[in-house]
Every structure is written in C-alpha cells, then in structure tokens.
C-alpha cells in the first residue's frame, strides 16, 4: 500500500509533492504504536452471552503476547497495540479453525472486541487490566476464571435430561484453589411436575460450600433456546461438596414451580432471574432439550 502511494507521490508535479507526503505522514501517525496501555490483562469470549474461552495478554513497549484457553489447550497470540488502544490479530485454533480478533481498551484499561471465524461463527470479548498479574496461568494471571469443556448430556426423547458437565478452572482466592469442576445432574418428572437435583466434584485445594452455576438450554439441533435474543439457562442449589479429589457430594430431589425452570441471566449483576412463564416452561420441557455450557458465577459468595 506504502509502496503504490509513494510511487504515486513521485510522478506529481513538484509542488504538491510535500501536500502527498504530508498525507502519507498523517497516516503513519495514525497507525503509531502506543507505549501508554503497557501492563498485564486478562478476561473472557463469549458467543452469544455464553462464556467459551479465557485469555491473558502482557504489553510491553506496544507490543501485546498473550494467550487464548478454548478448554483444551493455551494457544499463543501477538499484536500491536496502536494510539487509539486497538490491537488486531488472527490465531488458528486446535480445530483447525481461523479466527479474527479486534479489540480496543479504553482509557481505564477495561478491553472491549469481537471476534469472528472461518466457521461465520462470532463473538465478543471483554476484559480489564490484571492488576494481580505474575502468580499463575499460562502467561502469569491470576484471573478468576472456569471455562466449559465438556457435556454428556443427550437430547433422546424423553423429558428431563441428565448428565454431567465439566468446566476448567484457574481460581485462586486465600486458601481456595480450583482447577477444574464437574456437575452431574438429574432433571425428571412426577405427576406432571419437574424434579431435579445437582451434585459437583472438584479438583484443588481447600474446601467449596457453595457455587452458582447455570447450564444453557440445548435443542435437537445443538442451537442454545433465546427468548428475545437471550439465552435461556437452568440453575438450582446444588448439593453438599466433598472434598477436593473426593468425588461427587449427594443432593436430595427438589420439584420447583414452572416459573423457576427455566431462567435469563443478568450479565452486569452475575444473577439469574424468571423471564419464562409456566405455559412456556411446559412447551420447553414436552418438546425436549439437554443442557451445556456450564457457566461458573461465583464460587463461596465470591464472583468470578
């Protein structure tokens, strides 16, 4: 592109050479690294509201490395970072798949992007500077962060669905370390009302009372169910926790109202609340469905 504008400046009559250059000046200066968003960040993809991957990101001098979790493995990624805080870069992932990363930081460091695929899958991403950077992850963050692995859960024609659900984790708070955790879950019904119960394992150190966690709601055709546009989710109380390492606490079966089955999250508060009325819950339940993309909120009170 330099190349075709220079060239382009030399065969202009002498005295709109400087005007040319001064053009191709102004451009440079718009494509400046920028030394002023150097230091350590960390946040999450996402596809459709649903949480599918983590990241950290080091600048230094302008130059940003960093590294994207898909659930499977760390893979490496570079950039530049310009002076109006936006960095673009491209990664292949595990799959083989192609993806495009734009993103921008503002003026308080929080990082806001999309990100599309040689799939025409896309997404958003979101982040802030990792102010207790250099203690753990693939590049040194200590993000609070469980990302979805994998489901055993099967749409089969039958009402309700069980299965279990595994997410990775990179959590450490205090005494409490979590690298992975597992839901196994039972949904039924008896006498033409919903039963369900939910009990984890867990990998790490120190111990869990409690979590709050969600599961979107899955078709047939593997499509997350919206309502307006918003994914529909399940979550309950789960039940007791054992140990780390110690297998699957025990959970008693609970039968809760129609309203309460399904539910819409509220990404700015990390709570679930009721968006789907009893008739619809009903249609939901009869036309079958299985759950996925377990997504981890807050872990002892605390929120991710």
Same mark, same amino acid.
Not at 59 to 86: H, P, Q, R, T
């Given at each position: 592109?330099?190349?075709?504008?220079?060239?382009?400046?030399?065969?202009?009559?002498?005295?709109?050479?400087?005007?040319?250059?001064?053009?191709?000046?102004?451009?440079?200066?718009?494509?400046?690294?920028?030394?002023?968003?150097?230091?350590?960040?960390?946040?999450?993809?996402?596809?459709?509201?649903?949480?599918?991957?983590?990241?950290?990101?080091?600048?230094?001098?302008?130059?940003?490395?960093?590294?994207?979790?898909?659930?499977?493995?760390?893979?490496?990624?570079?950039?530049?970072?310009?002076?109006?805080?936006?960095?673009?870069? /491209?990664? %292949?992932?595990?799959?083989? *798949?192609?993806?495009?990363? &734009?993103?921008?930081? +503002?003026?308080? !460091?929080?990082? $806001? @992007?999309?990100?599309?695929?040689?799939?025409?899958?896309?997404?958003?991403?979101?982040?802030?500077?990792?102010?207790?950077?250099?203690?753990?992850?693939?590049? /040194?963050? %200590?993000?609070?962060?469980? *990302?979805?692995?994998?489901? &055993?859960?099967?749409? +089969?024609?039958? !009402?309700?669905? $069980? @299965?279990?659900?595994?997410?990775?984790?990179?959590?450490?708070?205090?005494?409490?370390?979590?690298?992975?955790?597992?839901?196994?879950?039972?949904?039924?019904?008896?006498?033409?009302?919903?039963?369900?119960?939910?009990?984890?394992?867990?990998?790490?150190?120190?111990?869990?009372?409690?979590?709050?966690?969600?599961?979107?709601?899955?078709?047939?055709?593997?499509?997350?169910?919206?309502?307006?546009?918003?994914?529909?989710?399940?979550?309950?109380?789960?039940?007791?926790?054992?140990?780390?390492?110690?297998?699957?606490?025990?959970?008693?079966?609970?039968?809760?109202?129609?309203?309460?089955?399904?539910?819409?999250?509220?990404?700015?508060?990390?709570?679930?609340?009721?968006?789907?009325?009893?008739?619809?819950?009903?249609?939901?339940?009869?036309?079958?469905?299985?759950?996925?993309?377990?997504?981890?909120?807050?872990?002892?009170?605390?929120?991710?």
């Amino acid at each position: 592109m330099y190349k075709f504008l220079i060239a382009t400046c030399l065969v202009l009559p002498l005295g709109l050479l400087s005007s040319c250059f001064d053009f191709l000046k102004e451009d440079e200066e718009i494509l400046e690294i920028s030394l002023a968003y150097d230091g350590d960040y960390a946040g999450i993809a996402s596809q459709s509201g649903i949480q599918i991957g983590i990241w950290e990101m080091s600048i230094a001098d302008g130059l940003a490395f960093g590294y994207y979790y898909d659930g499977s493995e760390w893979i490496a990624f570079n950039g530049v970072i310009y002076a109006d805080g936006k960095l673009k870069f /491209g990664m %292949t992932l595990s799959n083989g *798949v192609l993806v495009d990363v &734009t993103l921008v930081i +503002d003026d308080n !460091l929080n990082v $806001s @992007g999309k990100w599309s695929d040689s799939d025409d899958e896309k997404g958003t991403i979101e982040g802030s500077v990792d102010y207790n950077s250099g203690n753990g992850g693939q590049g /040194g963050s %200590t993000s609070n962060v469980c *990302v979805f692995s994998s489901s &055993t859960g099967t749409v +089969d024609g039958e !009402l309700g669905d $069980s @299965g279990e659900m595994t997410t990775e984790c990179t959590y450490t708070l205090g005494d409490l370390t979590v690298t992975s955790l597992t839901l196994r879950y039972e949904l039924g019904i008896f006498f033409g009302e919903v039963t369900r119960k939910a009990v984890f394992k867990w990998e790490g150190l120190g111990s869990i009372s409690g979590v709050l966690w969600g599961a979107a709601v899955i078709n047939e055709n593997g499509e997350h169910l919206t309502l307006d546009g918003n994914p529909l989710y399940m979550s309950w109380e789960e039940g007791t926790f054992e140990g780390p390492g110690e297998g699957f606490g025990w959970d008693v079966t609970g039968s809760p109202s129609w309203s309460d089955v399904f539910l819409l999250l509220d990404k700015s508060k990390g709570e679930f609340y009721q968006g789907v009325d009893a008739e619809m819950a009903k249609a939901i339940y009869k036309a079958d469905f299985t759950l996925s993309d377990l997504i981890i909120l807050n872990i002892n009170g605390e929120k991710l």
